[in-house]
């Protein structure tokens, strides 16, 4: 079952374009939403990060936009360039004492044409 | 400061073999995590440790999977026997412990590409 749903799967967007990826969960209890960003032959880097108490984060050029009752949440790339080319992730944690269990999307790959 | 070290980075093994994978993660840090990460899909969390004992893992196969992190560092993650289902990327990430802050953060090593033939 997954637990996070990701849209789309591909996107391409011209240089200086918007990119929109979208996440969808059905647990409520979740508390914490990151988006992760993975380059080829990497590991994936924290790329910024949401509470449900907050409705938009922004740090630079990405902005999370966050739904509560539609426990939906997005990301928002502004003036995408050739290196935001990658596979996108977002992910909501789980409740569980001590535990810090992340549960992926099944990841978008954006490819930004110069 | 140093990243998370992962190796080996690539192994090719017969269904049935076994395989270790080792990791490092970054000084300091108190939780270590093993993810899976097969083609076209997201991590998905095998075992979580603080310290050097598990958090959880719930989503571990126990019977042929473990992994363990005996003095509260480095970490192994073993499988045997090996499935062909069992080839993906084994990441190792790690993070500050509990409420601190940071403990959110998840550092990814660069991964551990298995193919099971």
């Known amino acids: 079952q997954q637990q996070v749903k990701q849209s789309p799967q591909s996107l391409i967007v011209q240089k200086g374009g918007i990119s929109i990826i979208n996440c969808a969960y059905e647990?409520?209890?979740?508390?914490?939403f990151p988006w992760y960003q993975q380059f080829p032959g990497k590991g994936p880097a924290l790329l910024i990060a949401?509470?449900?108490?907050?409705s938009e984060k922004k740090e630079g050029r990405f902005t999370i936009s966050f739904n509560k009752s539609a426990k939906q949440f997005s990301l928002h790339i502004m003036d995408s360039q050739p290196g935001d080319s990658a596979t996108y992730f977002c992910?909501?944690?789980?409740?569980?004492?001590?535990?810090?269990?992340?549960?992926f999307g099944t990841g978008t790959r954006l490819t930004v044409i110069p | 400061e140093a990243g998370v070290a992962q190796s080996p980075r690539y192994k090719i093994i017969e269904k049935r073999q076994s395989v270790a994978f080792w990791c490092n993660p970054i000084?300091?840090?108190?939780?270590l995590y093993w993810y899976q990460q097969i083609l076209g899909q997201g991590p998905k969390l095998l075992i979580q440790?603080?310290?050097?004992?598990?958090?959880?893992d719930s989503q571990l196969p126990k019977d042929r999977f473990s992994a363990e992190r005996l003095k509260g560092v480095d970490s192994t993650l073993k499988i045997q026997p090996a499935k062909l289902e069992d080839s993906a990327v084994y990441l190792c990430?790690?993070?500050?412990?509990?409420?601190?802050?940071?403990?959110?953060?998840?550092?990814f090593g660069a991964g551990s590409r298995l193919t099971v033939l």
């Open positions: 990430a790690s993070s500050r412990q509990g409420s601190s802050a940071g403990a959110n953060v998840l550092t």
């Open positions: 647990n409520t209890a979740f508390d914490y």
């Open positions: 949401i509470r449900p108490d907050v």
């Open positions: 992910a909501a944690r789980g409740l569980k004492t001590g535990a810090n269990n992340l549960f």
């Open positions: 000084s300091g840090h108190a939780t």
């Open positions: 440790f603080q310290n050097n004992g598990v958090v959880d």
